[in-house]
């Protein structure tokens, strides 16, 4: 058996999942809504089955669906895509990053990752025979640490992976951040993978900037969306690339040897999704804003160290004030049966030190990650048990 695969543990979001059903715990680890997304485009979806749209669509997507993305692309960021070339749809963004690693890298090629990092890029980048770089982050300012990350880029470097806005710190990267990353990636002659899942999903007049818009950068950026976010329906898994042409036939041949398609009616109905107007957007973004609002409060009145969230489904905690004497992992497991409520260790979205023996800091084990896309009566609940508990 493959060894890589026998080393690694089951995700994190399975593990606290199915703790929190054995335990009947409200469920705020895994990120995923539960409410419906919009009508219209689930009613699409329904249509389209109906309709005969049931059998192979073209590999790299439904024609309407990359004419979307390239629009969405145009009205977002002002970028001008061509959606035969530029565009490969995928079996959500999970299968987008792996398609995006398989199209860049050789054995023995470097990655630099940023942590707290996507349980998925790890164990990824070393099926793939390439060697993780890995640049630490660390809670509660997740400040870019600049020397350390000069410092991961070589001569072998062939990508980094960024995540922003980032699960699970909620930080979204200022354009200085972007520009000082922009610039490693173009002297080293780079690729930049950007897992920008949660571009529609930020707060307080934040704005996500994909690095793909800065200059120089276009030859050099594959772009990642998941309509699992954009339109909270993360069951569905349809995700999208947006890439330069050059990149556009191996991203094809990856994803063709990885899933090969993507159901044909979930890509249609995205393709309408994805023509919604700003109100759509806007409202959003707006909603779960007041979301974050209202755990975050509720947490802090509890006594939480909460940090702040510019972006993302997800609000982390310092759980120390409350006198908690254990680490992340105990805190999550202990509040699941003690209060039934579920969160998730931020220490999970770290690597061990045989990936990261040169680390630029400790790994962060006393903050919980918890997920506020929930409806208002589930965290007002939720809030209530912790109270009850504490
Ligand atoms: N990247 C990040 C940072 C995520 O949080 C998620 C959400 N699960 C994904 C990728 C995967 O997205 P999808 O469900 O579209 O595969
Ligand atoms: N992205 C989601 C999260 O961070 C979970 C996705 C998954 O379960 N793989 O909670």
Redesign the pocket.
């Known amino acids: 058996q493959n060894a890589l695969l026998s080393a690694t543990g089951t995700t994190i979001f399975t593990v606290m999942s199915a703790l929190a059903a054995e335990k009947r715990s409200i469920n705020l680890g895994q ?1 995923f809504p539960d409410y419906e997304g919009p009508r219209d485009v689930v009613e699409a979806a329904a249509a389209a089955l109906l309709d005969g749209r049931n059998q192979y669509p073209p590999l790299t997507g439904l024609p309407e669906l990359r004419q979307a993305v390239a629009d969405a692309n145009r009205r977002f960021y002002g970028l001008e895509i061509d959606p035969a070339a530029e565009v490969v749809v995928t079996s ?4 987008a ?1 792996t398609a995006c690693l398989m199209a860049v890298l050789n054995p023995g090629d470097e990655v630099v990752l940023i942590e707290p990092l ?1 349980d998925t890029y790890l164990p990824v980048v070393k099926l793939l025979g390439a060697v993780p770089r890995l640049v630490r982050l660390s809670p509660p300012r997740w400040e870019l640490p600049r020397e350390a990350l000069a410092a991961a880029f070589g001569p072998k470097t062939k990508a980094i992976l960024l ?1 922003s806005p980032m ?1 699970p710190a909620g930080k979204v990267f200022t354009a200085a951040e972007l520009a000082f990353i922009a610039d490693l990636v173009r002297r080293h002659g780079a690729y930049a993978i950007c ?1 920008e ?1 949660y571009e529609h999903l930020t707060f307080d007049g934040w704005k996500h900037i994909p690095l793909m818009t800065l200059p120089g950068m276009r030859e050099h950026c594959m772009r990642i969306g ?1 309509a ?2 954009t339109f909270s329906l ?1 069951g569905w ?1 349809v ?1 999208y690339i947006t890439a330069d042409r050059s990149l556009g036939p191996n991203l094809a041949k990856a994803h063709q040897n990885l899933t090969f398609t993507t159901a044909p009616n979930l890509q249609r109905a995205v393709a309408v999704g994805l023509a919604k107007g700003d109100d759509y957007f806007d409202g959003l973004a707006a909603s779960l804003q007041g979301k974050r609002d209202r755990l975050a409060a509720g947490l802090a009145a509890l006594g939480f160290g909460v940090l702040p969230t510019m972006g993302s489904y997800f609000v982390t905690t310092d759980f120390r004030p409350l006198g908690f004497a254990g680490d992340d992992v105990a805190f999550c497991r202990h509040i699941t049966e003690a209060a039934g409520v579920t969160a998730i260790p931020v220490s999970a979205f770290y690597a061990g030190p045989e990936d990261s023996p040169a680390a630029n800091g400790p790994v962060p084990t006393h903050f919980a990650r918890f997920a506020f896309c929930k409806s208002d009566a589930v965290l007002d609940e939720a809030l209530a048990r912790l109270a009850a508990w504490k």
């Open positions: 990120g959500g963004a999970t299968e990053i996507y995540n699960n897992d899942v998941s699992g976010k993360t898994k995700g």
